[in-house]
């Protein structure tokens, strides 16, 4: 586990490039950036900036073209495959846009899944208390078709959560949801963070969301564009406007 004085997640000098001579795409260019423990982290940046290949590099979902990355003390680029995907059974939570359950596994085994394929096999009990955890007590035995979006969204990130990750990554969480249910799907991530110190890192295109977070960062073409500290939603959205500006004139 990580240390108060160390990073959670530690990014050096990271690019990214995909295509072939001719055709490449430099998604990330030199990224550099750390994310302290038990903070919640917002990315933000217009269509095409590299958000969601940070959230993927820096997660071990995709793998570096140059630069480092660290999760705590271990390096991520330099992991084969077997010990990376090791690694983000046991360390890392994600989340998505698409809650990605089983349609025919209750929520209980939906949830218990990662525990499951990491080799354990996984006690009820602690998986009543991760549902419990997401206010879902009571659906253990529903399959997702029986829940809300909301509902479904709450299970995929008691699933992240499950195995106690040193990490939780999340792609775009409340972009199926409805403005109120999202609400209460970021509640319930800001309270993993201030009460359990969770570290989350989350990439989003609403301002609203970003205000949950303790900072957010900013790209633009791949490269850090700024940060902004104890975000509001009208800081946050004069931010992206100025950024999605600058790159439309950029394109002219």
Do not use: W
Request: glycine share 12%; net charge positive.
């Amino acid at each position: 586990m990580t240390t108060s004085e160390e990073p959670a997640v530690r990014l050096r000098g990271l690019h990214r490039t995909y295509g072939h001579r001719g055709t490449t795409v430099r998604a990330l260019n030199g990224v550099s950036v750390d994310f302290p423990a038990g903070s919640f982290t917002a990315v933000m940046g217009p269509s095409g900036s590299g958000k969601s290949t940070l959230l993927h590099c820096a997660a071990g979902l995709d793998r570096p073209t140059g630069g480092e990355v660290h999760l705590g003390g271990t390096r991520l680029d330099d992991l084969s495959e077997t010990r990376l995907t090791l690694l983000r059974r046991q360390r890392i939570g994600f989340v998505f846009q698409q809650f990605n359950l089983l349609p025919a596994l209750t929520a209980e085994l939906n949830v218990a899944l990662p525990l499951m394929l990491g080799g354990r096999r996984p006690k009820r009990a602690e998986i009543r208390v991760a549902l419990a955890d997401v206010g879902l007590a009571d659906r253990l035995g529903h399959r997702p078709a029986e829940l809300s979006g909301g509902q479904q969204q709450r299970v995929a990130i008691a699933r992240a959560l499950v195995t106690r990750p040193e990490v939780l990554f999340a792609d775009e969480p409340t972009g199926a949801l409805d403005s109120a249910t999202g609400r209460e799907v970021l509640t319930l991530l800001r309270g993993m963070v201030e009460e359990r110190r969770q570290t989350v890192l989350m990439v989003t295109h609403d301002p609203v969301a970003a205000a949950y977070a303790d900072r957010v960062l900013f790209l633009r073409d791949g490269r850090l564009a700024g940060e902004l500290v104890g975000p509001t939603p009208q800081a946050v959205a004069e931010r992206m406007t100025g950024l999605e500006a600058e790159a439309s004139g950029a394109v002219r």
